[in-house]
């Protein structure tokens, strides 16, 4: 088959898809809470089951990552996700204000797309699913084609789960042959009343760019600040275990480590204690080269990879049981690889005077590719944190793993695997995305207060007696109009 044909396929099937699951959805929307509740149970037993096999299947496919910690992320995506949205008023009258006599009233967006991006497939799509059905959407996903399988199947599962607990036929669906043409013909089809976009930039944009709705997510490039009274082997500990969860997959990873120079030595000597190698410079340029293309654009082929692998493909040497790579960078930007995000376990190292300099080196590495997503301070005196806040991010971490604090595994912040950067990220939310963003919301208002209506009056007899009379006035235009003609401009 050529491609012509191939696309025209895509397109066909997309606009399928698109119209079977808008007929679901208003189906769908007429389900009360019990109906509902027992329709995500079964996609929660289901994805619970299959939590192994989407992992396996994932890694296998994408080459990302680690199957341990993606069967943690089907499982958070959904048993530890229900826990958390079971509670939501999302059907009906969902809040009722008796003193301003104001109810409001959960209404579907409509038929959902769903973006999801290769490093977190199988989780995501579970997730969005979910929160879709909870919310009375539909939804459609656009998988991302080097993780087509898993994500087709993970489609699939939630669909059947559904349908089988009483979901219309075809309320999720999945396209089985992506192309852009079939992503822009999902993304402006008149069925689609919102896009829930996770991936890179360049995808995120065209969401955007779709004239409607939508909840678009792009790249983090969360700094770590070790500051000087953090308890240092925690920290180190904290952060390897979140730069090697799934082998550094997750947005909300950390991708640059800042230390003062005081306790620079303790830092680096835990580092290596934990499984931390510091590269020559010599290495962290063979290295970089390695992780980048096309400038600061991730190699396909060192993301989510072990350190031990990606060291092999740079030809450089390090100790068995080496768990992350770290390079010292002076600075920020081009000149500068290890400055840009990294989803994979290599890390920026920086040392700094003080907590000044970290925070104006941390608003730079932000504006570097990451400004509003998060980041993350380790520290013993609570001020220190509150300083941070002040930073042009959402979710300012402390004390805890920056991959799993950000989407709500280590911290109380809402379970998501998509996370809004806010306006300054170019995102329409700062939050952690659920199923509360999902809805309409209509409001009954009763009146409160008897209209009135003003006193003409009362107006006419304020300008009755003017502060200035009307010969007043007149000689003060008559002397403007001397003056223009002096000059010429009347």
Not at 356 to 382: D, M, R, W, Y
Not at 407 to 433: E, I, K, Q
Request: proline share 5%; aromatic share 6%; charged share 20%.
């Amino acid at each position: 088959m050529d491609n012509f044909d191939y696309d025209l396929q895509s397109v066909q099937e997309t606009r399928n898809l698109a119209r079977q699951g808008k007929v679901a959805q208003t189906q769908l929307a007429k389900f009360n809470c019990e109906q509902i509740d027992k329709i995500i149970c079964n996609m929660v037993k289901v994805a619970a089951d299959n939590a192994v096999s989407l992992a396996k299947m994932a890694v296998e496919e994408t080459g990302f990552g680690k199957v341990e910690d993606k069967i943690f992320k089907n499982h958070f995506a959904s048993t530890e996700l229900y826990e958390f949205i079971k509670p939501m008023k999302t059907i009906g009258v969902i809040k009722e204000d008796n003193v301003n006599k104001i109810m409001e009233i959960a209404e579907p967006v409509g038929l959902l797309m769903g973006i999801v991006p290769s490093t977190n497939p199988t989780s995501t799509t579970i997730y969005k699913s979910i929160i879709a059905i909870k919310s009375r959407n539909g939804i459609v996903f656009s998988p991302h084609p080097s993780a087509l399988n898993c994500t087709l199947q993970a489609a699939r599962l939630m669909n059947d789960a559904a349908v089988a607990a009483g979901a219309p036929a075809n309320i999720i669906g999945c396209i089985s042959k992506p192309s852009m043409d079939a992503t822009n013909e999902l993304m402006k089809c008149d069925e689609v009343a919102m896009i829930i976009a996770t991936g890179g930039s360049a995808m995120v944009k065209a969401a955007y760019s779709a004239g409607k709705p939508a909840l678009g997510v792009g790249p983090g490039n969360v700094p770590a600040y070790i500051e000087r009274t953090a308890n240092i082997p925690k920290a180190v500990k904290n952060i390897i275990a979140s730069k090697t969860f799934d082998n550094g997959t997750i947005c909300a990873s950390e991708q640059s480590v800042i230390v003062e120079e005081c306790i620079r030595d303790q830092v680096m000597e835990e580092f290596r204690r934990q499984g931390g190698y510091f590269m020559t410079p010599a290495e962290t340029d063979q290295v970089a080269k390695k992780l980048f293309v096309r400038g600061h654009a991730m190699n396909a082929k060192m993301v989510g990879r072990s350190a031990e692998v990606i060291a092999g493909s740079a030809g450089i040497t390090i100790p068995p049981g080496t768990k992350v790579l770290l390079g010292e960078q002076q600075g920020v930007g081009e000149e500068y690889p290890l400055s840009y995000e990294k989803l994979t376990t290599v890390l920026a190292f920086y040392t700094i005077k003080d907590w000044q300099e970290a925070c104006e080196l941390s608003i730079k590495l932000l504006n570097n590719g990451g400004v509003g997503h998060s980041l993350s301070i380790h520290t013993e005196t609570p001020e220190m944190a509150m300083k941070f806040s002040e930073k042009p991010v959402f979710r300012i971490l402390v004390n805890t793993s920056s991959s799993q604090g950000g989407v709500g595994a280590t911290t109380g912040l809402s379970p998501a695997f998509t996370l809004g950067c806010g306006t300054w990220g170019g995102s329409a939310t700062s939050d952690n995305v659920t199923p509360m963003h999902l809805i309409n919301i209509k409001r009954v208002a009763y009146g409160i207060v008897e209209p009135t209506t003003p006193s003409y009056s009362a107006c006419t007899s304020q300008c009755d007696n003017p502060a200035i009379s009307e010969d007043q006035l007149m000689t003060v235009v008559n002397e403007v109009i001397s003056l223009l003609k002096k000059k010429g401009d009347y």
